[in-house]
């Protein structure tokens, strides 16, 4: 019996307009008709302006800023089930409070396990999301999950500009494994900074396993907030002999003062995706986009193919 395809439909929340656009025009189909009605009080509602039932509806929506945009998403797809959507999938790009993944420490809650659930609970039936800030988050759903992965756009990237001596470099012991995982790609040394930190966003001393004299070096992480822990590795790297540094993170958070501590760096460059919408552009700031990569993503989804396939670089 052939496969059948239920008709797709793309929908995009407020936080992720822009790059919605992006996904549905490389996807070749518009993007949904979808209001949000908000409320004096800051209260929103989701309408969707167009029939639904049936189809395989796709939520796109960064979970940035969540309690406005997690709520946003959750009412959509509260309001696609309720519209007898046939299958529905929230497409993620940015998994909000993902930092969140354990306890490290008493009384705290499991941010990332809560919005799984919250997920879940309002009636998704897959998740679609890139670069987790652990891996095994995706435990945390009973659901299919599509893990994308940002070295599929970075890595063509960092090949593009001829680096003469490459070494990718991880800015703490946590991301070790991711910078391994791109290494590979290259035959490339890693290093890696080992941090301490006082607290939450501030950091107390740092030091550098490896050597970097004479080397292109490439920091890899997968979020930037404050960016104080990548302008520290760099200043870091080139006091000890560095030719260049740059640094890669796929989702630009950059909150507070970050873009104006990334330009006040010594990173040559700070390439980052679009899977959250910078607030303002700098000089040193790259953005590469994910759109096609989360179209094909989608269309496989739809067509019943293999999602590995873009894992390829």
Request: aromatic letters at 6%; charged letters at 20%.
């Amino acid at each position: 019996m052939p496969l059948q395809f239920n008709p797709v439909k793309l929908f995009s929340g407020t936080g992720s307009r822009g790059l919605s656009l992006k996904i549905a025009e490389s996807y070749g189909k518009p993007l949904g008709d979808v209001t949000i009605h908000k409320f004096s009080d800051g209260e929103f509602q989701p309408s969707f302006d167009e029939s639904i039932r049936g189809c395989d509806v796709f939520l796109i929506q960064s979970t940035c800023q969540p309690s406005d945009n997690l709520m946003e998403l959750l009412l959509m797809v509260d309001a696609a089930k309720r519209a007898s959507a046939h299958y529905i999938t929230a497409v993620v790009p940015y998994y909000g409070l993902a930092r969140q993944d354990r306890k490290d420490k008493p009384r705290v809650a499991i941010g990332a396990k809560l919005v799984a659930n919250l997920l879940k609970s309002a009636g998704i039936h897959r998740i679609m999301t890139m670069d987790l800030h652990a891996a095994q988050i995706q435990g945390f759903f009973d659901i299919p999950v599509d893990h994308l992965d940002g070295s599929v756009i970075f890595v063509p990237y960092i090949k593009s500009l001829k680096l003469p001596n490459l070494t990718i470099a991880s800015p703490d012991m946590g991301g070790s494994y991711r910078a391994r995982t791109f290494a590979k790609f290259f035959n490339a040394e890693v290093i890696i900074c080992d941090k301490r930190r006082k607290r939450a966003n501030e950091i107390e001393s740092m030091s550098i396993i490896g050597d970097v004299t004479g080397q292109d070096v490439v920091l890899i992480d997968d979020i930037c907030d404050t960016a104080g822990t990548l302008s520290k590795a760099a200043a870091l790297i080139m006091e000890n002999g560095a030719a260049s540094v740059r640094a890669v993170c796929t989702h630009a958070v950059l909150s507070g003062k970050a873009i104006e501590t990334v330009e006040n760096s010594v990173l040559t460059e700070l390439i980052v995706t679009d899977t959250i919408p910078l607030r303002m552009e700098s000089e040193k700031i790259r953005v590469l986009s994910t759109a096609s990569l989360f179209a094909r993503a989608i269309a496989n989804v739809n067509e019943h193919g293999s999602i590995s396939d873009l894992f390829n670089v």
